[in-house]
């Protein structure tokens, strides 16, 4: 894992007790936590009305703790990683382990929010049915078979709403689908074993 | 049940029942043809047969509109092979000209109603689907995972002209495949035996 020098500097910022005082270090981490779970809308921003040389480094210092994690976590990076880089920029024990259980506790979520980047097709996340008997229609009698209908709920990458794909089968074709399903829940678990 | 057809289509039935029967069969073989390739392709033909037989064109197309008719109804009322006999003898015709319609009901039947099918409120269908296994191991934004995903291509429409391409997780893949399971098993409850049981 390699962070920018730019970001190294911002480290040893928030390392440093004499340029970051210990309740700013408290009010960024508290930030810092609070907005983690929001990635994509992080609604808590910093306000520390103080000079702005104080100011600018507390920006600083949050940006590259903020940087850190999601490169750690990007990384699946564990302690021992966490504490070897705070180290390097001369974190106090205090701090040190501040951020690092931060860390831990955020790093599943984080890695979430991560995998969920990028493009891939639309996700499967449930599916609805209804089972209708068709007894005739305009152009044909005595039908006389069942009819499901079937809804897929879709989610497409970087959106949250649900899409449906609909669709209807015949009894054998629903059977074909379920089969086809088995085989591939069973090679997917195979998979999951690994 | 016998077949129930407005005066003009019978009229025009009847007037080809009157014909031989080698002209009937070429009159089977054209409406035929009129219901696999479709309305356009045999003017040429009508208008021969216009010729030989001494009249009008149009007379030769209400003939083949009205067998077109006689067969599309029948394959929508789902006859049996007994009435529909007997509506065909009805309309007049002989015995050995409704052999032939027969025949021709009897194979063409189960397209017909295909086709009728397809005329129908049509919803895509599920036709087939394909699937592959994958698992996701890095991305640019996060490294080092091991996530089975399932690809999953999904081809609806009459022959699966439109395609869908999917993927899902193994925990959604169980529950979707738990839940369709469900809607199978759904029609063999007493419930629904019941309906099908009393609708016939």
Redesign the interface.
């Known amino acids: 894992m390699e962070l920018s020098t730019e970001v190294q500097e911002g480290l040893q910022i928030a390392g440093d007790t004499s340029v970051i005082q210990d309740n700013d270090f408290i009010t960024i981490m508290d930030v810092l936590c609070h907005n983690i779970p929001n990635l994509k809308q992080p609604h808590k921003t910093l306000d520390i009305p103080q000079k702005s040389e104080t100011t600018v480094a507390v920006k600083r210092a949050y940006g590259s703790l903020l940087c850190l994690m999601l490169e750690a976590?990007?990384?699946?990076a564990d302690e021992s990683n966490i504490v070897a880089i705070l180290e390097d920029c001369r974190f106090s024990p205090d701090r040190l382990s501040s951020v690092t259980k931060s860390f831990l506790e955020h790093k599943a979520q984080i890695?979430t929010h991560?995998?969920g980047?990028?493009l891939?097709?639309?996700?499967?996340?449930?599916?609805d049915?209804r089972?209708d008997?068709c007894?005739k229609?305009?152009?044909?009698?005595?039908v006389?078979e069942?009819v499901?209908?079937?809804d897929?709920k879709?989610q497409r990458s970087g959106e949250t709403e649900l899409h449906d794909?609909?669709?209807?089968?015949t009894?054998e074709?629903?059977?074909?689908?379920?089969g086809?399903?088995?085989d591939?829940?069973k090679?997917?678990?195979k998979?999951?074993q690994? | 049940m016998l077949l129930v057809l407005e005066d003009s289509h019978k009229q025009h039935l009847g007037w080809l029942s009157k014909l031989d029967l080698e002209v009937v069969n070429e009159f089977i073989r054209m409406c035929v043809e009129f219901i696999t390739k479709g309305a356009t392709t045999n003017q040429r033909s009508y208008q021969v047969a216009a010729q030989r037989l001494g009249v009008t064109p149009d007379t030769v197309r209400s003939a083949i509109s009205a067998l077109v008719h006689l067969l599309t109804t029948s394959?929508?009322?789902?006859l049996t092979q007994l009435d529909f006999t007997d509506s065909v003898l009805a309309l007049g015709f002989s015995s050995e000209a409704s052999t032939a319609l027969l025949a021709v009901y009897r194979d063409r039947g189960g397209e017909l109603?295909r086709l009728?099918?397809t005329?129908?409120?049509d919803?895509?269908?599920?036709c087939n689907?394909t699937?592959r296994?994958d698992?996701q191991v890095a991305?640019?934004?996060?490294?080092?995972?091991?996530?089975?995903i399932?690809?999953?291509k999904?081809h609806?429409g009459q022959c699966g002209e439109q395609n869908?391409?999917?993927?899902?997780?193994?925990t959604?893949?169980?529950?979707?495949?738990n839940?369709?399971?469900r809607?199978?098993d759904?029609?063999k409850t007493p419930h629904?035996r019941r309906?099908?049981r009393h609708?016939?």
């Open positions: 976590a990007k990384h699946d890695r991560l995998g980047i990028g891939y097709p639309p996700h499967i996340v449930d599916v049915w089972l008997y007894i229609d305009s152009n044909r009698d005595k006389n069942p499901y209908l079937i897929l879709t794909i609909q669709f209807s089968c009894m074709q629903l059977q074909d689908l379920v086809k399903l088995k591939a829940t090679s997917l678990e998979i999951a690994l | 394959s929508k009322l789902a109603r009728l099918t005329l129908g409120i919803l895509p269908h599920y689907l699937w296994a698992v991305s640019r934004t996060l490294y080092r995972q091991l996530e089975p399932l690809l999953v999904l609806l869908a391409l999917l993927q899902t997780d193994l959604t893949l169980v529950h979707l495949t839940t369709l399971e809607a199978l759904e029609i629904c309906i099908i609708i016939k």
